[in-house]
């Protein structure tokens, strides 16, 4: 029979322990997706004032692209929808913490991927800088001395604070109706917004004559979730597939995008 020493009897004692409180904890997690069918309800980050992905209407509730796509997407899950209003600084928090189980309208990037994962892209989107015609840009290094307004904490803010020279003033604001208001007031000469709230400001002030300048970054939505949630994620990944194939996302698309869904953007 083999007599441990001293010491050798404390190491055995360690790692017996840590290998039980490894099982423990790996018990005591419960897997996301049950989780999501225990309560009946996904809880779904969004923006609440980022049209035409999402914003309130005449009766106040939200509408839009990522509205219509949470709606689908708790359905292919069987389980009733709950909305929660983010913000760029709060949404990774949010999740992290699970006050949410996923996150709409994310940029992928090597940054966010260490700490969060993604599913397959659903919705077409890219960034870009917007100003009046009569200001003359076509490029980054036209920013020089240039006021612009960006969304604070979101993929604009880091993409125009990465290609803005030293000398370009940026104001950050905490939402897009401030990006917007700032401009329409004439408080900031340009901003840096997605294509798609770009195309809202296009649409609704020609007086001033705005036009996209020029891109910045094309980077599509995806949706967020924690790590190790490899059954959310196939789950996830099987809807936007459906959706895809059965022209789902094509009808929300031309609905709220005003133009058929192209592959290609994705």
Do not use: C
């Not at 940029?107 to 009046?132: C, H, N, W």
């Not at 009569?134 to 036209?142: F, I, R």
């Amino acid at each position: 029979m083999t007599v441990l020493s001293r010491p050798q009897h404390l190491v055995a004692a360690l790692l017996l322990s840590l290998a039980f409180a490894g099982m423990t904890l790996q018990t005591a997690h419960a897997d996301a997706l049950d989780d999501i069918h225990k309560a009946g309800v996904l809880k779904v980050g969004v923006f609440e004032d980022f049209p035409p992905f999402a914003s309130a209407g005449a009766d106040m509730s939200l509408h839009g692209y990522d509205i219509d796509v949470a709606n689908s997407l708790a359905k292919s899950l069987g389980v009733k929808l709950a909305l929660v209003g983010i913000t760029g600084q709060n949404r990774i928090p949010y999740l992290r913490e699970h006050k949410v189980d996923i996150l709409l309208s994310v940029g992928q990037s090597p940054e966010r991927e260490k700490v969060i994962d993604f599913t397959a892209s659903y919705a077409p989107y890219y960034i870009a800088v917007l100003g009046p015609h009569a200001l003359a840009v076509t490029g980054a290094a036209d920013l020089a001395g240039k006021t612009i307004a960006v969304n604070r904490g979101t993929l604009e803010d880091s993409s125009l604070t990465e290609a803005a020279p030293k000398t370009a003033d940026i104001k950050r604001f905490d939402n897009y109706n401030g990006v917007i208001s700032a401009f329409l007031a004439g408080q900031v000469q340009l901003i840096a917004v997605g294509n798609d709230v770009g195309a809202s400001v296009l649409a609704r002030h020609p007086a001033i004559e705005p036009e996209q300048k020029f891109q910045l970054l094309s980077s599509p939505d995806h949706i967020a979730l924690n790590k190790n949630e490899p059954a959310l994620k196939h789950s996830l990944d099987d809807a936007i597939a459906k959706m895809k194939a059965d022209g789902t996302l094509n009808k929300i698309s031309v609905q709220w995008l005003q133009k058929p869904l192209d592959p290609k953007d994705l």
